[in-house]
Structure formats: C-alpha cells, structure tokens
C-alpha cells in the first residue's frame, strides 16, 4: 500500500510512520520536513500536497493545532486557529483527498480524549475534536468508491506524559505501540464511520 502520512514528523506520527514502513511504501508531510511539505490550514498547500504525491491507498493524519488557555482568555481569532487547522484542515485533507484515493482506499483523522474528557483550558481543543468525530461519523455515509474514513482518539500518550501529565491528573498514559495499533487497525480493518477510542 502507499500510505501518506500527514505529520508524521511528530511525536505520535514518528511511531505510526515506523510501524506502517515495515509492510508499506510511507510518504511523510510536514509543517517543515518530510518528502512534502504541506501546511493543513490552507486548502491550496493541501491540493499542491495531493498533485505532488498522487495516488494513494491510504491517507493518514497526525497534524493539526489548537490554542490551549482559559476560556476568559479566548479571543476569536485564538478559536480560529483550531477551527482553520485541526477541524477544517481534517476536513480538507478528505473532501480534496478522496479523489486521490484510489477505490477502497482510507482516511484516518485524529482527535483526543478532550472530545470526550475535556481539562482545564481546553475550550477550543475539546471543540475542534469533538466536531472532527461528528463529521466522520456524517462524511462516511456519503463517500463513494469504498473508500472509508475513520478517526483516531488517543489518551494522554506515553512520550507526551512529562510535558502534559500536570493538565491530565490520573490519566494512564497510553503506550505508543497501542496508539499505533488503533492505526493500523482504520487502515487494515474494514471498519468505516468509526471513533476509536485508545485509552490507558
């Protein structure tokens, strides 16, 4: 399979990447590195990204921002920034890229427990990810082709636990090689319109 993997730099997307590369030809997209370069809030570097790398059996995203702070401290445009990138980005990556799928191939997103658990100052995170799970839940009733679109909502992750565990008190952190599982199992399983839920 050729499978893209849209941050695949990153903390979570180094571990997918790795995995997939053992059986599959990965390509790897990046704010900054990778084998193209694409910035998920702008719909044009999405469709640059797409005509550069052509067709796929699988499209993977691990990217997307969001502010973190208290509500109060929350202006509008902070919103935008979750909005344009984490939510509208994911939906770009699949309304432009499933016609670069080829018949039954995948899309899988990525939220994060906020969209069922939300802490302390994450207003615009926990909002972006919830509306992300809606939408594939709504968006895999229509796509045609076979092609199936799923979405990957991962715990606290072991590798970002020192850095965020004072936001998660009590959290498991979820091992990276199980996260990497819920992946594999969008891409390779059959199952379409799906939240799956990796929790420690």
Do not use: C
């Not at 997307?13 to 790795?18: D, F, H, I, K, L």
């Not at 921002?65 to 202006?75: G, H, P, R, T």
């Not at 902070?78 to 990138?85: N, P, Q, R, V």
């Amino acid at each position: 399979m050729k499978i893209l993997i849209v941050g695949g730099n990153g903390t979570i997307g180094r571990t997918v990447s790795e995995r997939f590369s053992e059986n599959h030809e990965v390509l790897i997209a990046g704010r900054s590195s990778g084998d193209v370069t694409v910035d998920i809030a702008s719909s044009e570097s999405i469709q640059k990204m797409f005509e550069s790398v052509g067709k796929l059996d699988a499209i993977v995203n691990i990217a997307g921002d969001a502010k973190w702070d208290k509500f109060d401290n929350l202006s509008e445009e902070d919103f935008y920034i979750g909005i344009k990138s984490k939510m509208m980005g994911q939906v770009n990556l699949v309304r432009l890229g499933k016609s670069f799928l080829n018949d039954g191939g995948s899309i899988t997103l990525t939220t994060g427990i906020l969209a069922d658990e939300p802490v302390d100052m994450t207003t615009s995170a926990a909002m972006v990810n919830g509306a992300i799970q809606s939408f594939t839940k709504a968006v895999s009733l229509e796509l045609e082709r076979g092609i199936r679109v799923n979405v990957v909502s991962a715990d606290l992750v072991e590798d970002s636990y020192e850095k965020y565990k004072d936001y998660f008190p009590g959290n498991t952190p979820v091992p990276m090689n199980k996260v990497a599982d819920g992946y594999v199992k969008s891409v390779m399983g059959k199952i379409n319109g799906e939240v799956i839920r990796i929790r420690g």
